[in-house]
């Protein structure tokens, strides 16, 4: 049965537009997404809400998912994100390597990490299925699969020692911060983008705050005073942000990820101003569904049908890239390839439901 | 003495492996890899820019060690694939100049838009504390039409900022594609990475300049090499590139000054 519009849904799908937009750079959309007030991303948005929707697969507390049902479930859906994510891989890959030909240019084939696929190809496609090896813009569905598998350890902790979940993530995230431990990529040396370590404690806060009791129930009862924190939290480092009035990060004591300012490790301030803005978000969305509901509507079937919808966006995001190299950028193009990407990604996930019925 | 000789030795190698690449015609791209192995040895113009490397200098002769922090896509040919693209330079430079120890930290990130490889820089030299960055930039540009103007705001601003904070940087720009040879945008951005390199007086490997020489070349000759020869050959070069052009910045003459630039006497092999 297909959900009811929620404020998860809702905001899923405008993460998903929003990650559909900032990953066509430079076109005239991207400046109005909210990455440009804001030290936090849709990156962030699409974790935590990928963390709440685990409470529909654990179950309610007073009604638990069996174990050995959950374990199957969750497991299966890190088979599905992986397959997934070798598909769209193998289609851009295939996309830049037609983009070369057709437009006679080889830097195609070096683009987005791509090298290594076409120079490199013996140990690359063992990479590319080991996901040690990611095209740029394609890295976030790999964090997805490696926090869906660790998915049956956070909710059996959940389950069994729900007091010692949220603390155990929170050390290996701070371990990870304090002695800059990433995972590294191969066969082109490097990190992952999105550092999986460091990343798994935004998946456990969105399983953790989906829950009525633990930190959950603590931030529904304090939520009055928490967003009124929250505003000079977003507020003060949104000016930061406009006006790039950020300390010189060579300056900043050991362990100096604690003080910068990064994505990879989303570091602590980077965290604290997403959560601050999430307290907000919350507050925002009753209005904006009573205001907009049909907006509401059509960004809530996006964020229901969040796999496909994502899918798709990432491989017409790329599309959209080698369009605007061949035909230019510019308003024409920009409102051409935003808006028709956009139709496409409800057409998505109308399909998507209407396979369900 | 030791070191005036060595530095004596260093620069008559440059210079002849420079006279040697003005007078003879590169070899074929895509060609046999004792040819590819010429124009990587022989390229005449690999380093431009009035630049020195005055803190990478300082590190060699205070530690005999070179901290390097590569940002933006690593380039990468068939050449590189037992090693990597870094490995390669560490082992040309180390093997060059001995007791020398170089240390690449790869913090590249194919795709990057500089604006966004300018960001993440100042993070990465508070982390590695490098003596000097390898900069890959200008691809992402110029296929996502980055504006040349917001370009060159960026690398200035970025160029700036390291020399403030004792960092060296070595850029290393587009490289030569004849479909682009006409295409206003690619110049553009490739003009951009010109004017800073002469403005900000840092290094640039000129591996552009190289290839379009040796495609000129082949093609009065008749013999034009595919795009896809020039893109083998060009990245086939660029870890000879990178590695003679660093070579170049660290023992070049400071402008007005006698003698070495403060360079400790790593005696080349």
């Known amino acids: 049965m297909q959900r009811q519009v929620n404020a998860v849904d809702f905001w899923r799908g405008?993460?998903?537009?929003?990650?559909?937009?900032?990953h066509i750079p430079q076109n005239i959309y991207e400046q109005f997404t909210h990455k440009n007030v804001s030290l936090s991303d849709s990156a962030e948005l699409f974790v935590f809400l990928a963390g709440w929707s685990l409470r529909h697969v654990v179950g309610k507390p007073e009604d638990p998912r069996p174990t050995s049902e959950l374990m199957h479930r969750l497991f299966g859906r890190a088979v599905t994100l992986y397959v997934a994510q070798m598909a769209i891989a193998l289609i851009a890959i295939a996309m830049l390597a037609a983009a070369a030909l057709l437009l006679a240019n080889p830097l195609f084939l070096e683009w987005h990490n791509a090298a290594a696929i076409f120079y490199d190809p013996v140990r690359a496609h063992i990479g590319l299925v080991l996901l040690s090896h990611q095209l740029g813009y394609f890295n976030i569905l790999p964090l997805y699969v490696v926090l869906?598998?660790?998915?049956?350890?956070?909710?059996?902790?959940?389950?069994?020692?729900p007091s010692a979940l949220l603390p155990i993530s929170f050390t290996i995230y701070l371990a990870s911060v304090v002695?800059?431990?990433?995972?590294?990529?191969?066969?082109?040396?490097?990190?992952?983008?999105?550092n999986?370590?460091?990343?798994?404690?935004?998946?456990?806060l969105g399983f953790s705050m989906s829950r009525e009791r633990g930190a959950g129930g603590w931030v529904r009862r304090n939520?009055?005073?928490?967003?009124?924190?929250?505003?000079?939290?977003?507020?003060?480092?949104?000016?930061?942000?406009?006006?790039?009035?950020?300390?010189?990060?060579?300056?900043v004591p050991e362990p100096r990820l604690l003080f910068l300012i990064g994505k990879t490790f989303v570091t602590p301030i980077r965290l604290i101003q997403f959560l601050a803005l999430i307290a907000l978000l919350s507050a925002a969305y009753p209005y904006i569904v009573r205001v907009l509901p049909r907006f509401v509507d059509f960004l809530s079937r996006l964020g229901r049908n969040s796999l496909p919808v994502f899918c798709v966006g990432s491989v017409l995001s790329l599309a959209g890239q080698i369009v605007r190299f061949a035909y230019g950028g510019g308003v024409v193009v920009d409102t051409v390839l935003v808006g028709s990407g956009i139709v496409i990604l409800s057409v998505v996930a109308w399909l998507a439901e209407w396979r369900r019925r | 003495m030791k070191t005036a000789t060595s530095i004596v030795g260093l620069l008559c190698w440059l210079v002849a492996a420079g006279?040697?690449?003005?007078?003879?015609?590169?070899?074929?791209?895509?060609?046999?890899?004792?040819?590819?192995?010429?124009?990587?040895?022989?390229?005449?113009?690999?380093?431009?820019?009035?630049?020195?490397?005055?803190?990478?200098?300082?590190?060699?002769?205070?530690?005999?060690?070179?901290?390097?922090?590569?940002?933006?896509?690593?380039?990468?040919?068939?050449?590189?694939?037992?090693?990597?693209?870094y490995a390669l330079v560490e082992k040309v430079l180390e093997s060059s100049f001995k007791g020398l120890d170089v240390e690449i930290i790869d913090r590249g990130v194919s795709g990057e838009l500089a604006r966004d490889g300018a960001e993440r820089i100042k993070n990465e030299v508070a982390l590695v504390r490098p003596d000097?960055?390898?900069?890959?930039?200008?691809?992402?540009?110029?296929?996502a039409l980055t504006p040349a103007n917001e370009l060159k705001q960026t690398l200035v601003e970025t160029v700036r900022w390291l020399k403030v904070h004792q960092v060296d940087v070595v850029v290393i720009g587009l490289r030569y594609r004849r479909s682009l040879a006409r295409n206003e945008g690619f110049q553009n951005i490739r003009k951009v990475i010109r004017d800073v390199v002469k403005d900000e007086a840092i290094l640039r490997i000129g591996h552009y300049e190289s290839i379009e020489a040796l495609d000129r070349v082949r093609r009065q000759e008749g013999e034009p090499p595919s795009e896809f020869d020039l893109t083998d050959a060009g990245s086939n070069c660029v870890a000879d590139f990178l590695s003679r052009a660093l070579a170049v910045g660290l023992f070049k003459k400071p402008r007005g000054e006698h003698g070495n630039a403060g360079v400790p006497a790593p005696s080349q092999k």
């Not at chain 1, 660790?150 to 069994?160: D, K």
């Not at chain 1, 939520?223 to 000079?232: D, G, H, K």
């Not at chain 2, 000097?132 to 296929?143: M, N």
């Open chain 1, 14 to 22: 405008y993460a998903l537009i929003a990650i559909f937009i900032n």
């Open chain 1, 148 to 161: 869906m598998m660790i998915a049956p350890l956070v909710a059996m902790l959940h389950r069994y020692a």
């Open chain 1, 179 to 194: 002695f800059a431990i990433t995972v590294p990529t191969w066969p082109v040396s490097g990190q992952w983008f999105f």
């Open chain 1, 196 to 204: 999986p370590l460091c990343w798994q404690l935004i998946f456990v």
């Open chain 1, 223 to 251: 939520i009055s005073w928490l967003r009124m924190v929250a505003v000079p939290i977003v507020v003060g480092l949104a000016v930061m942000s406009r006006f790039n009035l950020w300390w010189d990060p060579t300056k």
């Open chain 2, 19 to 85: 006279v040697a690449g003005a007078q003879q015609p590169p070899p074929a791209a895509g060609g046999t890899p004792s040819s590819i192995q010429r124009l990587c040895t022989e390229g005449t113009e690999v380093g431009f820019g009035p630049a020195q490397l005055p803190n990478a200098a300082r590190a060699l002769r205070e530690r005999k060690q070179l901290r390097v922090l590569a940002i933006g896509a690593t380039p990468l040919s068939a050449r590189d694939q037992t090693q990597g693209h």
């Open chain 2, 132 to 143: 000097v960055v390898f900069w890959q930039v200008g691809v992402a540009d110029a296929l």
